[in-house]
């Protein structure tokens, strides 16, 4: 089962958030002991910042295990689908379009989907299975 993780869940473990690192982790290798992981291509920037170069970041995710898989236009015409529902439902811009494109990643690639995150996308992206903790 191929999951699709979310970037908290990664900063959980390459931060050390001492509140959600040890958890973040036990998912992660859980998860990819299932089958494999992935990000989508927002992932991979909104990691970027806590790399000195994309070598570096590159390495770390083949450390953890975590592969790219690029978006495409069907996942991005699925988010920008989802995002535009949430904004006719009155939703606020506090919701970015990267949040819409990360569930629609997990939705055409994978089987399901790790982030803490779980009520907005039970919200909005209720046939992506999340995996629980």
Known sequence: MITAVDTSVILDVLTRDPAHGPSSLVLLERAYDEGGLVISDVVYAELAPQYANQEEQNLALSHLGISLVPSGLETAYL???????????????????????????????????????????????????????
């Open 79 to 133: 988010a920008g689908r989802k995002w535009s529902l949430y904004r006719k439902a009155g939703g606020s811009r506090t919701r970015l379009l990267a949040d819409f494109l990360i569930g629609a990643h997990a939705q055409t690639h994978a089987q399901r989907l790790l982030t803490r995150d779980r009520g907005f996308f039970r919200q909005y992206f209720a046939e992506v299975v999340l995996m629980e903790g």
